[in-house]
């Protein structure tokens, strides 16, 4: 099943991408950005990823160059650095210390309109589409007084959607435009573990891993082409 919906996700975003090239070129003006991005993460996943780096490109459709709506399309790759996070020691009983750390690798995409001129200036969009997880955690201390170690992963694919803003402006040194954005991005049913939740019983460690949202601000800067 989980494969099924992959692929499904995977063809979605090709034929959304085939889609926007064929109606730019029949109609319209069709643009191409490439990005350097950021992520920070935030709510529950902030609590145990670290500062993120990646890549992404976009894809925007305008169906007519002097009207502000548009269709964008996005399509990134962001590694989260590996982060250790103490579990409160008020969660734990006598004798025992445990950390968890964890990194993470993402690739997602989004399809929504956009709203601003293609000549440049200030936008915002919208997205929907898709965020894949590949999630590593390594939990590691005492319990008990006894030495502890367990790894907790994840690898799945989920419905995401995205809202965001930014501005282009002609670049002084050449064609193009430059372009800086920020998103917030949320994606659904992700399994991983809330250092809150950790708790011990001697020498059980007892972990909650349950789907959670993973939210996060994508900082973009790149060039539009």
Do not use: C
């Not at 399309?73 to 004798?95: C, E, H, K």
């Not at 690739?107 to 956009?114: N, W």
Request: net charge positive; hydrophobic share 40%.
């Amino acid at each position: 099943m989980r494969l099924a919906r992959g692929l499904f996700y995977v063809l979605m975003a090709t034929a959304a991408l085939a889609a926007g090239a064929s109606l730019s070129h029949a109609q319209g003006t069709y643009a191409n950005g490439a990005y350097l991005v950021g992520s920070l993460p935030m709510g529950h996943w902030g609590k145990i990823a670290g500062f993120g780096l990646g890549i992404d490109g976009a894809n925007i459709v305008h169906t007519d160059p002097q009207k502000a709506f548009g269709i964008r399309s996005n399509l990134g790759w962001v590694y989260n650095f590996a982060r250790t996070q103490d579990i409160p020691q008020a969660n734990l009983t006598g004798n025992s210390k445990l950390a968890v750390e964890t990194k993470n690798m993402s690739l997602y995409f989004g399809l929504g309109p956009e709203i601003g001129k293609q000549a440049g200036g200030l936008f915002g969009f919208g997205t929907v589409g898709f965020n894949t997880y590949w999630t590593s955690s390594n939990m590691s201390g005492t319990a008990g007084g006894a030495p502890y170690y367990g790894k907790f992963g994840d690898s799945r694919i989920g419905f995401a959607w995205s809202a965001g803003a930014g501005i282009r402006k002609p670049s002084a040194n050449g064609p193009g435009k430059i372009e800086l954005s920020g998103e917030y991005r949320s994606g659904g049913g992700h399994m991983f573990i809330d250092p809150d939740e950790v708790t011990n019983t001697g020498t059980t460690v007892n972990v909650v891993r349950k789907a959670r949202t993973t939210d996060q601000i994508l900082i973009r800067l790149g060039s539009v082409f």
